[in-house]
């Protein structure tokens, strides 16, 4: 357990500073985050790639490496995309819809009530 911690931590801190430099060199483009974009595309991207490889194993020091650590912190979209698609692939379309709509609207309102909170205080 405590190797599959590492994985994590190391891969964590991989991610995470990665994401960091995508922000730092790619530019808004008209105020638009293409940097954020672009990352969840390529973590969405690696994530789908990683899971289906003929090697991988859910409790191996890949999935602690690469998927818990780095692309977990280099994105969490990529977790939220890959759950969804695994929905739609178990012909669970509603819950898959449920899914899109209800982390999209809910986070939004949440980062909404999350500034309105620390306006007041």
């Given at each position: 357990?405590?190797?599959?911690i590492?994985?994590?931590?190391?891969?964590?801190?991989?991610?995470?500073?990665?994401?960091?430099?995508?922000?730092?060199?790619?530019?808004?483009?008209?105020?638009?985050?293409?940097?954020?974009?672009?990352?969840?595309?390529?973590?969405?991207?690696?994530?789908?790639?990683?899971?289906?490889?003929?090697?991988?194993?859910?409790?191996?020091?890949?999935h602690?490496?690469?998927?818990?650590?780095?692309?977990?912190?280099f994105?969490?979209?990529?977790t939220?995309?890959?759950?969804?698609?695994?929905?739609?692939?178990?012909?669970?379309?509603?819950?898959?819809?449920?899914?899109?709509?209800?982390?999209?609207?809910?986070?939004?309102?949440?980062?909404?009530?999350?500034?309105?909170?620390?306006?007041?205080?």
């Amino acid at each position: 357990m405590i190797n599959n911690i590492l994985f994590v931590v190391l891969g964590g801190a991989i991610g995470a500073t990665s994401r960091y430099f995508f922000y730092l060199y790619i530019p808004k483009i008209g105020g638009f985050p293409v940097s954020t974009l672009i990352v969840n595309i390529f973590g969405s991207l690696f994530f789908g790639y990683i899971f289906n490889l003929n090697s991988y194993k859910a409790d191996s020091w890949v999935h602690y490496l690469l998927l818990a650590g780095f692309a977990g912190a280099f994105t969490t979209f990529s977790t939220y995309a890959f759950e969804t698609v695994q929905m739609f692939r178990n012909d669970d379309y509603l819950l898959a819809t449920i899914n899109l709509v209800l982390n999209n609207l809910l986070c939004v309102i949440f980062i909404l009530i999350g500034m309105k909170i620390s306006e007041t205080i």
